[in-house]
């Protein structure tokens, strides 16, 4: 099997990748936005000079769904790479679009793992 040309002249493919990317984003930022919420809502159990997330549990939470989501989107965008790779598509585009959520993935991940050593 021969590789298809790389072009980036698919405005259809762009599209949906973009939107697909733009999607998993909005998806572990909701997840991140709800447990946060619960973190506020719980607030008055926290000592007054704590952190705003002082529950172990909320920390873990926190450091490991989003990363989850943005995780199983990464790798969901890579078959997709490779499906339409498969059919003779544009695939360079989808696979831009893993890169970038898992370049988004492995920032959380690393902004977050202070998190999990203080989870007392």
């Known amino acids: 099997m021969t590789d298809v040309e790389?072009?980036?002249n698919d405005p259809l493919a762009i599209r949906s990748a973009s939107f697909y990317v733009l999607g998993v984003i909005a998806a572990a930022l909701l997840v991140m936005g709800a447990i946060v919420l619960w973190a506020?809502?719980?607030r008055d159990q926290c000592a007054p000079?704590?952190?705003f997330v002082c529950n172990g549990t909320q920390r873990?939470?926190?450091?490991l769904l989003p990363a989850a989501v943005l995780?199983?989107?990464t790798i969901t965008g890579f078959i997709r790479t490779y499906l339409v790779w498969?059919?003779?598509g544009r695939w360079p585009i989808w696979q831009a679009a893993?890169?970038?959520l898992m370049v988004s993935t492995l920032l959380y991940i690393t902004l977050s793992a202070g998190m999990l050593g203080s989870a007392s």
């Open 49 to 51: 000079d704590s952190e």
């Open 71 to 73: 995780l199983i989107g």
């Open 40 to 42: 506020g809502l719980t």
């Open 86 to 88: 498969r059919a003779g």
């Open 98 to 100: 893993g890169w970038a």
């Open 6 to 8: 790389k072009r980036w």
């Open 60 to 63: 873990v939470l926190l450091a």
